[in-house]
Every structure is written in structure tokens, then in C-alpha cells.
């Protein structure tokens, strides 16, 4: 679905229940930095269901200055986060 | 269970809102605070799973010892062989949990991902969500990083947090904080310092912490016992 170099934004959803896409990256644009093999989806695992269909996880890698408009380090800093496809969306660059 | 080996997950999912790595049921190391909803929640299901006959307190017992049999010693193994052997290092990168085979270590379907220093780039870890860590490799992780103030603040300000840690990195040092959430495990390989030049595998794993795999220190080659 995506590839290593898509810029890719979150989905700024608040779903209630268990989710493992923290809020500080939720809406927030960045790049995927590798494709990892799909896993059982853990927001179903966590309820007792088999979390089928597996989802593909992603590493996106985030500008500390995109998820922190005040951030006063270098522009190079960056926070790696692992996202599963569900709540990426592709963005023109 | 999925993750017998590594005991990845499930435990460390648990975590939440507790300061007891081991409330057992039964006997308890001394705590004079009352128990916590969770903890009580995770004595209960454990009493019941007892009782049911699903699992014995023995099984309680011997994975409990097991998990902290685990000690940074082996990562540092791991790190001081890469810094050794360039094909054992390239297979690490590649694919953490299959080089680390060769140590004896299983993780299951926990992948290691081993993430390399380099003079451009210092690599931390977290988890923001709760206490993932890779166990296996690590043991069990300390306080600190399982800490609000650590899991907060280390990916917003990670230069003021490393500095605590006595780690003052300059502006062409970029820091790549790597927040642990799914079934992925994180393990930083340090640069191995110049002075090291000639010591051999266990010379080099002595100066190998647990603070230097978690990416908040870098190796200190003065710290070797002589």
C-alpha cells in the first residue's frame, strides 16, 4: 500500500477503546522509513476477537517540528512510530 | 499463548499503572501502599486461572524466574560481537531476532529491530504507551523507563532529557527517538568507542550497559574494571 519514502498523514480519529496510534501523531504528516510484515490487529486483539485480517505495520518517522511546532532543537531530530495502514493516509507531497 | 517465548506483549501490556513487576498471588514483597485496581484486577485473574487448574502457581513461579534471569549481559554479548564480526552485525540489522539465534535466544514472532549510532545520529528508545522493552535481550527494564516524566518527555524533548542522563549531544547529532508500540522490539547498537582498538569480545561487552542499548548513554571505555 505505501512504500519507504510515501509521505503519509495520521487520521486524526478518537475512536473510544483500545488503540496503539498515540494522540501526538494523530493528524500529523510524515514519512515511512520501512514496511514491516503484517500482525495481528492488536485494537482487536485486546477485545478477545482474532484480529484477522492482519494489517501491514509501518515505521513512520516524524520531524520533531511537525509534531512540536515549538521544538528548539535541529530540524533533523525525528521520532520513529510504528503505525499499522489503518490509520495512514497518503498526502500529496 | 502467542508470544511464550519472548513473554513480549502479554506481559508488558500489563504494566499500566503499577509498581510491582511482580505482585504474585500469594507471597508479596513487603508494600505498605494499598493495591491499585489493576493490581488487585490482576490478582484476581490470576487466583481464578489458579483455582480453574488453567495454570499452576509453579508455572507463576518458574516464568517469573525465568523473565528475571534475563539480564543486559546478553544484549552486550550481541552489541560486542557486531562490533567484532561486520557479517554478524549486517545479519543483526537485517533481522535482529534471527542473528540473535545464535546466542540461543527465541523471541517468537517478536521482531528485534536493531537500530545503529553512527557519527550523524543517536538512536533512544521508548514507549509511550505503556513499557514495551526488548526483554529478551535487556531483561526487565528499570524504573525510569517505565516512568510518565521519561515516556513524556523523551520524545518532545529528548536533548533535555539525554542531558540528564549526562549525554549533551552537539546540534550535528541528529537524535532519532524510536517510540516501541507494536510487535517490534528495539535495541540500539552504540558506536564502539576508538579507544577499544584490540580488546577482545568480552573486554568490550563489559562496556556495554543497559543505559547505552536504550540509547540515553553512550559507551564509556574508561569504564571497564581493570
Not at chain 2, 500469594?26 to 483455582?51: K, W
Not at chain 2, 542522563?165 to 535495541?187: E, I, K, M, Q
Amino acid at each position: 500500500m505505501f512504500a519507504p519514502g510515501d509521505r503519509v498523514r495520521v487520521a486524526n480519529l478518537h475512536p473510544p477503546g483500545h488503540r496503539r496510534t498515540p494522540f501526538y501523531v494523530r493528524g500529523k504528516s510524515g514519512v515511512i522509513e520501512r514496511v514491516c510484515d503484517p500482525s495481528l490487529n492488536p485494537e482487536e486483539l485486546g477485545y478477545g476477537f482474532s484480529g484477522e485480517p492482519r494489517r501491514v505495520l509501518y515505521r513512520v518517522r516524524f520531524a520533531q517540528r511537525e509534531l512540536w511546532p515549538d521544538y528548539a532543537g535541529p530540524a533533523g531530530d525525528t521520532v520513529d512510530v510504528d503505525i499499522y495502514e489503518h490509520w495512514l493516509q497518503k498526502t500529496a507531497d | 499463548m502467542a508470544h511464550e517465548h519472548e513473554h513480549g506483549h502479554d506481559h508488558d501490556h500489563h504494566d499500566h499503572g503499577h509498581d510491582h513487576e511482580h505482585a504474585h498471588p500469594g507471597v508479596q514483597a513487603d508494600d505498605e501502599t494499598a493495591p491499585s485496581d489493576y493490581e488487585l484486577r490482576m490478582l484476581a485473574i490470576s487466583e481464578l486461572l489458579v483455582e480453574k487448574g488453567v495454570i499452576s502457581r509453579d508455572q507463576i513461579r518458574r516464568s517469573l524466574e525465568r523473565l528475571d534471569s534475563w539480564q543486559p549481559s546478553r544484549g552486550a554479548e550481541i552489541v560486542a560481537r557486531a562490533w567484532l564480526e561486520p557479517e554478524f552485525k549486517a545479519r543483526l540489522l537485517a533481522n535482529g531476532s534471527e542473528a540473535i539465534k545464535d546466542f540461543g535466544i527465541d523471541m517468537g514472532e517478536t521482531v528485534l529491530t536493531v537500530v545503529e549510532n553512527t557519527p550523524g545520529v543517536q538512536n533512544v528508545i521508548v514507549c509511550t504507551l505503556c513499557s514495551c522493552y526488548p526483554r529478551a535481550v535487556l531483561g526487565l527494564p528499570p524504573d525510569w523507563y517505565r516512568s510518565k516524566s521519561y515516556r513524556s518527555r523523551v520524545v518532545k524533548e529528548p536533548r533535555q532529557v539525554l542531558a540528564e542522563f549526562g549525554t549533551v549531544l552537539p546540534d550535528d547529532v541528529a537524535v532519532r527517538v524510536h517510540d516501541s508500540l507494536a510487535d517490534l522490539r528495539y535495541l540500539v547498537l552504540p558506536q564502539r568507542p576508538p579507544e577499544t582498538a584490540g580488546w577482545n569480545a568480552e573486554q568490550l561487552a563489559a562496556i556495554v550497559t543497559r543505559d547505552c542499548m536504550v540509547g540515553v548513554i553512550n559507551p564509556d571505555p574508561r569504564s571497564r574494571a581493570h
